[in-house]
């Protein structure tokens, strides 16, 4: 079998990298990847994605294989923020940014893997399975090009994601779900020095229901925070009206339902006891799926892990993924580590052999 080209891989991913694609502009991105993967004698589709979310397109392609067996692989091509003009640098066997942007490897360093092994088993000629891709838009503004993914392309019963952290040979098999809540809590405004009483402050309903909720850690499977606060026009103004940005997020559904209602229930008492009132906004973001250690698609990940050298092993995670949206729609699927580290970062690195173990990974997996 062709070892994996170790100079291409790193060619091909820091061509990417340098491509321009914040979430909301993978326009750029898409076409380049299109024009790659239709090179390489992939049948491609552009699928559209709601124009609100993207200046660009989901990829979908397919690429037959003669073993009987078929996966969707699938990563996401757009960044955060600070992902313009990225510069990689590239010393000891580790690939960073110059340090005023992130580096990119969340998530091209997936797609690069992806790319590298399916050349290299062209260059053998081996048979593989039939494959897949599902290069995706949007997805760190909340998963919305896996949202919108037109599923009825998809013929494979399991799917690989390629988007997350830690040693190779990492399998997330289950993570949250999460809910978010806005709250908006309208007051009264008075003048602070000359009638405050004749107000209703709505930071001081605000502080009232933050103080009394369970927040941050609230079990081994679920988390809520207050992450953004917007109110107050000036220091003589008794705040008259405020927004709260919240989540909670967690494995279990019934668990992060009770939490919510916790949450809005306890706005909703707080506002009535101070006069004031609040509307509040609550919707889900994605769901949770957990996949047991022992299911077949993860035994069959794991085979292929172990083969090439790697110690396979499943975990969870307080976060989500594209993962959770292929699960949502029935197809049981697994989120695995490419060795990227400090994601959203200035300081996000990834190590070249971490890079070639999981296109070798990728390798095997599609070949036997």
């Given at each position: 079998?062709?070892p994996?080209n170790?100079?291409?891989l790193?060619?091909h991913?820091?061509?990417?990298?340098?491509?321009d694609?914040?979430?909301?502009?993978?326009k750029?991105?898409?076409?380049?990847?299109?024009e790659?993967?239709g090179?390489?004698?992939?049948?491609?589709?552009?699928?559209?994605?709601p124009?609100?979310?993207?200046n660009?397109f989901?990829v979908y392609?397919r690429?037959?294989?003669?073993?009987?067996?078929s996966?969707l692989?699938?990563?996401?091509?757009d960044?955060?923020?600070l992902?313009?003009?990225?510069?990689p640098?590239?010393?000891d066997?580790?690939?960073?940014?110059?340090?005023?942007?992130?580096?990119?490897?969340?998530?091209?360093?997936?797609i690069?893997?992806?790319?590298e092994a399916?050349?290299?088993?062209?260059?053998d000629?081996?048979e593989?399975?039939?494959i897949e891709?599902?290069?995706?838009?949007?997805?760190e503004?909340?998963?919305?090009?896996?949202?919108?993914?037109?599923m009825?392309?998809v013929q494979?019963?399991?799917?690989?994601v390629?988007d997350?952290?830690?040693?190779i040979?990492?399998?997330?098999?289950a993570?949250?779900?999460?809910?978010?809540?806005?709250a908006?809590i309208k007051?009264?405004p008075a003048h602070?020095g000359?009638?405050p009483e004749?107000?209703?402050?709505?930071?001081?309903v605000a502080?009232?229901?933050?103080t009394?909720m369970?927040?941050?850690?609230?079990?081994e499977?679920?988390t809520a925070?207050?992450?953004?606060?917007e109110g107050?026009?000036?220091?003589?103004?008794?705040?008259?009206?405020l927004k709260i940005?919240?989540?909670a997020?967690?494995?279990?559904?019934?668990?992060?339902?009770?939490q919510?209602?916790?949450?809005?229930e306890?706005?909703q008492?707080?506002?009535?006891?101070?006069g004031?009132?609040v509307e509040?906004?609550?919707?889900r973001?994605y769901n949770a799926?957990v996949?047991?250690?022992?299911?077949p698609?993860i035994?069959?990940?794991?085979?292929?892990?172990?083969?090439?050298?790697?110690?396979?092993?499943?975990?969870s995670?307080?976060?989500g993924?594209?993962?959770?949206?292929f699960?949502k729609?029935g197809l049981?699927?697994?989120?695995?580590?490419?060795g990227?580290?400090?994601?959203?970062?200035?300081?996000e690195?990834?190590?070249i052999?971490d890079m070639?173990?999981?296109?070798e990974?990728?390798?095997?997996?599609?070949?036997h």
């Amino acid at each position: 079998m062709t070892p994996i080209n170790r100079d291409r891989l790193v060619e091909h991913f820091c061509q990417l990298i340098q491509i321009d694609s914040e979430s909301g502009f993978e326009k750029e991105i898409a076409e380049t990847l299109a024009e790659q993967l239709g090179s390489m004698g992939f049948s491609v589709e552009k699928l559209p994605v709601p124009e609100k979310y993207t200046n660009g397109f989901n990829v979908y392609a397919r690429l037959d294989g003669t073993i009987d067996d078929s996966i969707l692989l699938s990563c996401h091509m757009d960044t955060v923020a600070l992902g313009k003009g990225i510069e990689p640098i590239i010393e000891d066997g580790i690939i960073r940014s110059k340090g005023n942007t992130i580096l990119g490897g969340d998530d091209k360093s997936g797609i690069a893997a992806i790319m590298e092994a399916v050349r290299c088993i062209q260059a053998d000629n081996l048979e593989h399975k039939t494959i897949e891709l599902a290069f995706t838009v949007h997805e760190e503004g909340g998963l919305r090009g896996s949202e919108h993914f037109d599923m009825s392309k998809v013929q494979s019963s399991k799917a690989i994601v390629l988007d997350t952290g830690g040693p190779i040979g990492s399998i997330v098999n289950a993570a949250p779900g999460q809910q978010r809540i806005v709250a908006h809590i309208k007051g009264r405004p008075a003048h602070a020095g000359l009638a405050p009483e004749e107000g209703i402050s709505a930071i001081s309903v605000a502080a009232d229901a933050i103080t009394q909720m369970k927040l941050l850690r609230i079990d081994e499977e679920t988390t809520a925070n207050i992450g953004i606060i917007e109110g107050g026009h000036a220091t003589n103004i008794v705040m008259p009206e405020l927004k709260i940005i919240a989540e909670a997020r967690s494995l279990n559904d019934d668990k992060l339902t009770n939490q919510v209602d916790h949450m809005i229930e306890t706005f909703q008492t707080v506002a009535a006891k101070h006069g004031a009132e609040v509307e509040i906004e609550s919707t889900r973001a994605y769901n949770a799926f957990v996949l047991p250690a022992d299911h077949p698609h993860i035994e069959q990940i794991k085979a292929s892990f172990a083969a090439i050298g790697a110690e396979p092993h499943t975990k969870s995670t307080g976060g989500g993924s594209d993962a959770n949206n292929f699960n949502k729609a029935g197809l049981p699927t697994v989120n695995i580590s490419t060795g990227m580290a400090k994601v959203h970062t200035t300081d996000e690195f990834i190590a070249i052999d971490d890079m070639v173990k999981v296109s070798e990974f990728i390798q095997h997996y599609l070949t036997h």
